[in-house]
């Protein structure tokens, strides 16, 4: 039995539980956010900083124990300013006692309690940044376009599956999300489900896990009910042949009903690793590439991305960035982010070349030197900071450690080719929206604080200049 903290104006448990569900609705959103946080009762804080919910089944535990627990954490310590862990309970006394007080709630033995139908999915929101309009279309991804275009446009009547594939940073990420949007929009009654490969292998594989027959039912029943179903990555299905049966199976029952599939990968079609049996089955769409964008393409990019910041960027300085860049997109962004945060952190309004050529000295790659594992990231920022490979990866939330792990985080994101649940998967198994967190919280410090803008470039360096 825990002995609580009393709740008073500052410290308050429904307040704060309240303002965590806030922020991870924007997050999750979609039918996850609904069946497993609507049953969620808080049960109080503990002397020594545990935030103890109440559940009502083992399932909801183990969802919100693998893939929420890190980013709860997170927006705990956000929320109170205190060291806050979350701790999640199932049929203890005081949460079955709390829980059956609490009506209409009704506790239910296991699974998901009932399937779960489109009208009372909360929407799933995509990110507003990856839209049509925001994205730059030249030569090398008109084709990708005009089809994604044309998908969202006449959901399961045009291209089906639609099937985009190209190398990391091109753009199939934005796609797919502006595909979500547009259809989310335009056809508010439609079911769109996003999902990263690699979330899907560990939701279908930790549902095996569990040996809940119910589970999985879950599963199957949730994609079968969607109208639109958008996988991204799916590369790392390769060698998941549970997974792979599973998602051939989605597909075919989506497919035969008339669903939209829209599908990214890496590689071609008939380059991935997948039997033929499987792969075949994309050529009855559409299959489109994206190629890396020429210096035109690049530098149109450039602008349209630099005209959304509060700071101006020197033509030259843009086309700087256009010509040393491989057409890794998301590289180039990165090499914007820091030059702004360097240009806040010295007081200048505007991006000259000279800024630039300081900035960016040892930010591009040459070819041959790629790519910058996790693993390596990992081992260099462990050794910079003088931590273990164990707590860097763990849910210690010591600030020693955290810092080091949000700046690890926001290094995969940024040097690496790897997607957010891969990174999360990295470390530790966390949610891709803690890495997000993570990621986006060292971009907003890098402006801020001069040692943290220092020791992102000192990595840097030292990750690019070690022999591989
Ligand atoms: P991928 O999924 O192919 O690895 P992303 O879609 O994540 O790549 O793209 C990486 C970054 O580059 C994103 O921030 C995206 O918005 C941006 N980007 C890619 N292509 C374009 C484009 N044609 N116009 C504008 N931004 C783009
Ligand atoms: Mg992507």
């Given amino acids: 039995?825990?002995?609580?903290?009393?709740?008073?104006?500052?410290?308050?448990?429904?307040?704060?539980?309240?303002?965590?569900?806030?922020?991870?609705e924007k997050e999750i959103g979609g039918p996850r956010m609904t069946s497993v946080f609507s049953r969620v009762v808080p049960l109080g804080i503990t002397q020594d900083g545990e935030f103890v919910v109440g559940v009502h089944n083992k399932f909801n535990h183990d969802v919100i124990q693998r893939f929420h627990a890190d980013t709860i954490d997170v927006l705990l310590h956000d929320i109170t300013g205190l060291d806050m862990r979350l701790r999640v309970e199932?049929?203890?006394?005081?949460?079955?006692?709390?829980?059956?007080?609490?009506?209409?709630?009704?506790?239910?033995?296991?699974?998901?309690?009932?399937?779960?139908?489109?009208?009372?999915?909360?929407?799933?929101?995509?990110?507003?940044k990856y839209t049509f309009e925001s994205f730059v279309v030249g030569d090398t991804n008109n084709f990708a376009y005009s089809a994604a275009l044309a998908v969202a446009e006449q959901p399961g009547l045009k291209y089906n599956p639609l099937f985009i594939w190209g190398g990391p940073g091109l753009g199939k990420t934005h796609l797919l999300q502006a595909i979500g949007s547009?259809?989310?929009n335009s056809f508010p009654y439609k079911k769109v489900t996003y999902i990263t490969t690699e979330e899907l292998v560990n939701q279908f594989t930790s549902s095996l896990t569990t040996k809940d027959k119910n589970v999985t039912d879950y599963l199957r029943t949730y994609y079968r009910g969607a109208d639109v179903l958008i996988l991204d990555d799916i590369q790392f299905l390769e060698n998941k042949q549970s997974t792979i049966d599973f998602f051939f199976h989605t597909f075919n029952d989506l497919k035969g009903r008339g669903k939209q599939i829209i599908i990214a990968s890496d590689r071609s079609p008939g380059e991935l690793k997948m039997n033929e049996r499987y792969t075949s089955r994309f050529k009855s769409g559409?299959?489109?590439?994206?190629?890396?964008?020429?210096?035109?393409?690049?530098?149109?990019?450039?602008?349209?991305?630099?005209?959304?910041?509060?700071?101006?960027?020197?033509?030259?300085?843009?086309?700087?960035?256009?010509?040393r860049s491989s057409g890794n997109?998301?590289?180039?962004?990165?090499?914007?982010?820091?030059?702004?945060?360097?240009?806040?952190?010295?007081?200048?309004?505007?991006?000259?070349?000279?800024?630039?050529e300081i900035v960016t000295a040892d930010y591009f790659l040459d070819q041959t030197k790629r790519p910058?594992?996790?693993?390596?990231?990992?081992?260099?920022?462990?050794r910079y900071?003088?931590?273990?490979?164990?707590?860097?990866?763990?849910?210690?939330?010591?600030?020693?450690?955290?810092?080091?792990?949000?700046?690890?985080?926001?290094?995969?994101?940024?040097?690496?080719?790897?997607?957010?649940?891969?990174?999360?998967?990295?470390?530790?198994?966390k949610d891709h929206t803690t890495v997000m967190h993570a990621a986006a919280k060292i971009k907003?410090?890098?402006?801020?604080?001069?040692?943290?803008?220092?020791?992102?470039?000192h990595l840097t360096n030292v990750l690019h200049n070690k022999p591989i």
């Fill in 90 to 128: 199932t049929d203890s006394d005081l949460a079955e006692s709390v829980l059956t007080n609490s009506a209409p709630l009704e506790i239910e033995q296991h699974g998901y309690d009932e399937p779960i139908t489109p009208a009372e999915d909360a929407k799933i929101s995509f990110d507003q």
């Fill in 385 to 429: 900071y003088g931590i273990s490979h164990t707590d860097l990866i763990g849910s210690k939330r010591k600030q020693d450690l955290v810092y080091p792990r949000h700046i690890a985080m926001y290094l995969c994101q940024e040097l690496t080719d790897s997607s957010f649940p891969k990174i999360g998967d990295e470390f530790g198994g």
């Fill in 1 to 24: 039995m825990y002995s609580f903290i009393e709740d008073d104006e500052y410290i308050n448990k429904q307040t704060i539980w309240d303002q965590v569900c806030g922020a991870l």
């Fill in 329 to 356: 997109i998301r590289e180039m962004e990165g090499a914007i982010t820091r030059s702004t945060a360097f240009a806040e952190l010295s007081n200048k309004d505007r991006v000259d070349i000279k800024l630039i």
């Fill in 444 to 457: 907003k410090k890098m402006s801020s604080e001069n040692e943290t803008y220092k020791q992102i470039q």
């Fill in 286 to 323: 559409l299959i489109v590439d994206i190629q890396p964008p020429t210096y035109e393409v690049r530098l149109a990019i450039l602008k349209k991305y630099t005209s959304r910041l509060k700071i101006e960027f020197d033509y030259d300085a843009i086309s700087y960035i256009a010509e």
């Fill in 372 to 382: 910058i594992s996790i693993a390596t990231i990992q081992k260099e920022v462990c």
């Fill in 182 to 184: 547009y259809i989310t």
